[in-house]
């Protein structure tokens, strides 16, 4: 028993050594990949009844030379960590931006629409955010009017104030925020009605069982009532069929993001699904 427990403690510090291995390969990697900019950003469409294309979420994509795709939903966290999320939120922005002028300018991109960029906690509480957006639409002469920020409640648990202050200086420019992933995180209602948020994303969890969970569609029906009351729009993500759509549809939310209407492709692909065919 002595010789067997030895040899499971054995196992158990292998397996933890392969973990660790993983996660140090893993964050060397994002070094060179964050130094030499080997990201690529992918574009979903975001959907109105009425309109259509309303705009696109940017997302990052890592391809990496010997893992092939690694997903954001691992590797955001670790950049987070290690605090090479700021250096990727500025190329992101910075790439998004480039995108989006580049498109003003060969008139496929409408000035009504928006480009929604996620951000970081960590990026957006940067003492130099502010000034770090200005310039990059500076640069890229690109309207702050065609800019949505996706930031996430749980942002507002550090410090509501110098939050809030952001966030109005933000609004002020002329650009729009989002409240990502809404209903996972610890916002209370009190805080809402304080921000100066024109959107709710309403979380794709939600949207996921909406036709089969009863208490899911009542969660629904309340973000999009209570966004009614504050004056904010609600955009559902997740919507992956037609029955997502439809349902949605009858309790009266407008927007719409999700493999239903398109995925997240490369800037080009984006134009030719999306764009140029405006059969959808
Ligand atoms: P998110 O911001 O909530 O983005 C939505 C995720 O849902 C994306 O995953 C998107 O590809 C996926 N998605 C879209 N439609 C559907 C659908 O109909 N069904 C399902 N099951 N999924 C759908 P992705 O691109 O893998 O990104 C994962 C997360 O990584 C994002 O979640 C976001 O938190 C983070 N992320 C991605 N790009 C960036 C970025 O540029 N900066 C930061 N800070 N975070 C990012
Ligand atoms: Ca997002
Ligand atoms: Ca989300
Ligand atoms: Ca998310």
Known sequence: AKESGRNTFALYKTAMQAVSDRRL???KALHHATEFKLFELYYQPQINDKEGVIGAEALIRWKDKDKGFISPAEFIPIAEEIGLIVDIGHWVLNEA???VAAWLKSGEWD???RMSINVSPIQFQQANFLPMLQNQLEKHDVPACCVDLEITENMLLS???????KMNA????GAHLSIDDFGTGYSSLKY??????????IDQSFVRDLLTDKSDEAIVRAVIAMAKVLG???IAEG???LEHYNRLREIDCFYYQGYYFGHPVPAKEFIDLFVHDSST
């Open 97 to 99: 931006l480039s995108q």
């Open 239 to 241: 919507v992956e069929t």
């Open 25 to 27: 390969e893993m964050e």
């Open 232 to 234: 904010m729009s609600v």
């Open 159 to 165: 410090d509501l104030s110098s939050c809030l202050e």
């Open 192 to 201: 809402l009605k304080l921000l100066p948020v024109d959107r709710l994303k």
């Open 111 to 113: 000035l009504s629409w």
């Open 170 to 173: 933000i609004k002020a420019l």
